[in-house]
């Protein structure tokens, strides 16, 4: 309903840019209070175990940075209320000190309180490493893993730079400092020193499936040549344990320690600091947002006083 004079839409400018600061104050303030609610709540969710319970802990994407993985790993370790642990890995793989610092970690866990692997879409070559820490591996029929081998590739972008006229020059102490440059050809020597190096790597991961599933070393030799196998193949070679989804891997795991029942899941308790930075920035988006809807606010104002 508006009036014939047009009195009620007539506001002075000023006080339409002060309504609109101040309803972007309000909900300044109302952002931060249910930001620190929701903080509260999610860093209280179901990460804290009452009575006995499996922990589970996921490997995801490329291998690379796996600190928090290990951080998880150690807090549901020290956690008397876990009583098994599920490890759900969903990866090609990635670099290879990190995969056997995860191996390593799952293995030391494994000897503590019982450890499940549970395979995922891909558990390739890294990720299939991480899982020979634990007692148990549980694969899908279709999973994508083993991959038993190690590559390194090295770019030569030596002709396309001579092309652009563009030359680099090296100064180094040692022979092989320069080793695996982009800008040349390996030679010959470099070539062996960087095979003799993979056939290393590959050698320990070979170990590592022949000790970890029981395997002597020269049937696993005999397929570790960097071929995947589906999870019904790699059953069949002893590479798996089971067929069955997570939920299998879960009952698993409360098999192995002692849980009668449905098991409850639970979660290690995600890093605040990184909570904090990641809802602030879902608060600034939203507060963005709002303070993109008062500017237009007080824009149609000022033009209904003109």
Do not use: W
Not at 105 to 112: G, K, W, Y
Not at 177 to 195: F, Y
Not at 215 to 229: L, W, Y
Not at 249 to 257: R, S, T, W
Request: aromatic content about 4%; proline content about 3%; some cysteine.
């Amino acid at each position: 309903m508006s009036s014939g004079n047009g009195a009620s839409r007539s506001c002075h400018p000023l006080v339409a840019i002060l309504a609109a600061i101040g309803g972007l104050v309000l909900f300044s303030v109302a952002a931060f209070f249910v930001l620190v609610a929701v903080l509260a709540g999610r860093a209280g969710n179901i990460q804290v175990a009452k009575g006995p319970a499996v922990g589970v802990v996921e490997v995801k994407g490329v291998i690379q940075d796996v600190s928090s993985v290990l951080d998880d790993l150690r807090e549901l370790g020290a956690d008397d209320a876990v009583k098994a642990v599920v490890v759900r890995i969903d990866s090609p793989g990635g670099a290879v000190g990190a995969s056997q610092e995860l191996y390593q970690e799952i293995r030391r866990l494994d000897q503590e309180k019982p450890v499940v692997a549970s395979l995922g879409n891909v558990a390739a070559s890294g990720g299939y490493y991480a899982a020979l820490g634990a007692r148990y591996i549980c694969a899908n029929p279709g999973t994508l893993t083993g991959s038993i081998g190690v590559i390194m590739q090295i770019p030569n972008f030596g002709e396309l730079l001579k092309k652009l006229g563009i030359t680099t020059t090296v100064v180094k102490s040692g022979k092989y400092k320069d080793i695996g440059s982009v800008t040349r050809p390996l030679t010959k020597e470099e070539r062996g020193v960087i095979q003799a190096a993979l056939d290393d790597v590959h050698l320990q991961f070979v170990e590592a499936v022949a000790s970890a599933r029981h395997i002597e070393m020269a049937k696993v030799s005999s397929i570790a040549d960097g071929r995947f196998f589906t999870g019904r193949q790699a059953l069949e070679l002893g590479l798996v344990d089971e067929l069955g989804p997570f939920g299998a891997a879960v009952d698993k795991a409360a098999q192995f320690g002692g849980i009668e029942g449905k098991p409850r899941l639970v979660k290690p308790r995600e890093d605040k600091v990184e909570l904090f930075r990641r809802l602030l920035e879902e608060s600034g988006t939203r507060l963005g947002q709002g303070l993109m809807k008062g500017l237009l606010g007080v824009k149609d104002a000022v033009s209904g006083v003109r």
